[in-house]
């Protein structure tokens, strides 16, 4: 049992570690709160002023949030879609007595460990360019006009570059689920003739309830951060997200007022999710 | 027993499998090939796959014209150095967490992980305009502690879940014994502890290195780390697509062997432990 000493060290250990988290939390929180609160442009230096709401009014009457909020969300939705489908199936393909598995898996996890700015400008160029890019070959060689990606769609190609990345972390951890499963169970699903949709169903869905919400969470938070691929694919005009907002409205056009409030709307949004997700691992604790 | 599965049921999923794996694999592959051409072969239409003049001139011309080597040096810096800080702090924590749980124990682990969720665009204003002032923006110092603030917590957490699986009865035998804590630390509880030690220092070196959001944001030649030095390769003028392929597999190769590697670590730290 826990002595009177031990009890102490274990305080000691775990302080400096809660010491940091919490200046780090509660520092830049404070300061992006009062900073949304002023009139303040870098390029205005000590003219500061306190203005209250407006920054959130101006915000909240400037069309290119409403763009940027409406982006961050199709973004998030429409890469979990993808990753949650295709993982879900890809998972059940690797599942499958398959010769040379291990390499197939090296190759389809492979994706989720490309540094975000070569993968953007791998998909930007090699793929995606109207004239050269792979794709545009592809699609002239079977007649089609090839899509100029980035001037036509440029969020649908934003969103097929990041969905190529988190498609992987979703099928390694529904993989890991589905082989958790119990091997007995699977065999007597197989002896009895259980046709596969009723085993899908029955079996496997049930199962991977949680892993897939596990999933959905931890990606919604990553994904609402997404940056790289829209900063350096030069498409924040047309498909910026928040966090691409906030960094033109702050560092761009040096409106730190305005890049906080935007930067307050994210942290808002993030929390949402992160309550879910945080009971959510908080009950797995338990069990 | 192995299952006994039919050989046409066999077939079709293993050509399936490895026709998918594949073309998840081709963009990852494509930009390796396309590192040895020429810039000329890497622009032609209709493409060229294998056939071509194979020449490693790209890799020399990187190195030459961008001082490549200190990209590499500052990433290995930023994402090796952040790390350890980070163990650092997290071990101790861990520990104390694992072995001698206190009433708060719980909630101060959702805690740590809640901080995780603050999206960096709520604190990138304040923080760039502190480093401004404190001198520094593209400073390494200044990135290593953003990096390590960043992962501190799934380092706690990764390293809470491995050190909950040691048994507790053997550092309670160690005492028994008479040893004394230190003892306990070094001849017991450090062995047992090392692998989980290690997995999650790899993982986090691998979320360190393609960290792109403050390394971008807050670096602009001296501490940049790879991130940038390939963001650096998005104006147009720079466009050199053999180059860029050249550039982009150094970046990429040293962390694609050791994330195979990883794989399992990976599950269990970005889930939290969730999913194991």
């Known amino acids: ?287 | 027993m192995a299952r006994a599965v039919s050989v046409r049921r066999r077939t079709i999923a293993t050509a399936a499998a490895w026709l998918i794996g594949f073309l998840i694999f081709f963009p990852i592959l494509w930009t390796i090939i396309t590192s040895f051409k020429t810039e000329l072969e890497a622009f032609s239409t209709p493409p060229k796959f294998l056939f071509f003049e194979w020449t490693t001139e790209n890799y020399g011309i990187v190195q030459e014209r961008s001082n490549y080597l200190r990209f590499v040096s500052n990433s290995l810096i930023l994402s090796i150095g952040s790390t350890l800080v980070a163990l650092l702090f997290a071990i101790p924590a861990a520990w104390a967490m694992a072995f001698a749980p206190a009433k708060r124990t719980k909630d101060l682990l959702m805690w740590m992980l809640s901080t995780k969720m603050m999206p960096p665009v709520g604190a990138l204003i304040p923080v760039y305009l502190i480093f401004r002032d404190m001198g520094l923006l593209d400073s390494r110092g200044g990135l290593i502690a953003v990096l390590f603030l960043m992962n501190l917590p799934i380092i706690v957490w990764m390293l809470y879940t491995y050190f909950k699986e040691i048994p507790g009865e053997i550092l309670e035998a160690a005492r028994m014994d008479g040893a004394s804590l230190w003892k306990e630390l070094v001849y017991v509880l450090a062995p047992m502890a090392v692998p989980g030690i290690a997995s999650t220092l790899l993982l986090n070196v691998i979320l360190a290195w393609n960290e792109a959001f403050w390394t971008l944001n807050l670096t602009t030649s001296a501490a940049a780390p790879l991130t940038a030095f390939i963001a650096s390769y998005s104006s147009p003028e720079g466009l050199f697509w053999a180059k860029l392929s050249a550039a982009s597999t150094m970046a990429i190769a040293p962390i694609l062997v050791l994330g195979w590697f990883a794989q399992k670590q990976l599950v269990r730290g970005l889930t939290f432990g969730a999913v194991k």
Request: glycine share 8%; proline share 6%.
């Open chain 1, 1 to 287: 049992m826990a002595t009177q000493q031990t009890r102490l060290l274990g305080k000691l250990a775990v302080a400096p570690s809660v010491i940091v988290l919490f200046l780090w939390m509660i520092v830049p929180l404070a300061l992006t709160i009062y900073f949304s609160l002023l009139r303040y442009n870098l390029l205005d230096p000590g003219n500061e002023s306190f203005v209250g709401f407006f920054n959130y009014e101006y915000f909240l009457s400037d069309p290119a949030f409403f763009a940027a909020i409406g982006n961050s969300l199709k973004l998030v939705f429409a890469v979990l879609a993808i990753s949650i489908v295709g993982g879900t199936l890809l998972a059940l393909l690797l599942d499958q007595a398959i010769v040379g598995r291990n390499i197939v898996r090296l190759m389809v996890i492979a994706p989720f460990f490309i540094m975000p700015t070569v993968s953007a400008l791998v998909w930007k160029n090699m793929f995606m360019h109207p004239v050269s890019g792979l794709f545009a070959w592809l699609m002239k060689s079977v007649g089609l006009e090839p899509i100029d990606w980035f001037a036509q769609y440029p969020l649908t190609a934003v969103i097929i570059m990041v969905a190529w990345q988190w498609l992987p972390f979703a099928t390694l951890i529904l993989l890991t689920a589905i082989q958790s499963l119990d091997e007995e169970q699977k065999e007597a699903a197989e002896m009895d003739g259980t046709p596969p949709i009723s085993y899908f169903y029955y079996i496997v869905l049930p199962h991977l309830a949680r892993p897939i919400t596990v999933v959905i969470l931890i990606e919604t938070i990553f994904l609402l951060n997404v940056f790289a691929e829209i900063y350096v694919t030069g498409s924040g005009g047309p498909a910026g997200n928040l966090p691409y907002l906030v960094y033109f409205q702050g560092l761009l056009n040096f409106d730190v007022g305005g890049a906080s409030a935007g930067g307050i709307v994210a942290v808002v949004l993030a929390n949402i999710v992160a309550f879910f997700l945080i009971r959510m691992i908080g009950r797995n604790l338990e069990g």
